[in-house]
């Protein structure tokens, strides 16, 4: 329940910063749905266990700590998010895209 909750959590999130980065820049909501994707898999992603292999840093003594901040759930719902947007992005300009 925790996870369903996490991950619900996190697109909404995500949902809501884009419809307001939409009406605070008098953007289309489709046109900012990938930067805001995008935005949130950065945000997540220097905090999560999947990640280590991209960190330059090596995290012995504070291993235990580090994971306590996200876990994998709000990295998941930002992917899922961004692979939503490029859909979205992809049959709303169909007709540019072919």
């Known amino acids: ?3 369903i ?3 619900l959590a996190t697109f909404s999130l995500l949902m809501a910063l884009n419809f307001g980065a939409a009406h605070l820049f008098h953007a289309n909501i489709i046109d900012l749905t990938f930067p805001v994707g995008m935005l949130g898999i950065l945000v997540t992603a220097p905090n999560n ?3 280590d292999l991209f960190n330059s840093q090596t995290y012995m003594e504070i291993e235990c700590k580090r994971h306590i901040k996200f876990g994998k759930i709000p990295i998941y719902a930002s992917i899922a998010y961004t ?3 490029i ?3 992809f049959f709303y300009y ?3 895209f072919l």
């Open 49 to 51: 266990p999947m990640t």
């Open 1 to 3: 329940m925790n996870r």
């Open 94 to 96: 169909k007709s540019y």
């Open 87 to 89: 859909i979205i992005t």
């Open 5 to 7: 909750l996490a991950f």
């Open 83 to 85: 692979l939503f947007a």
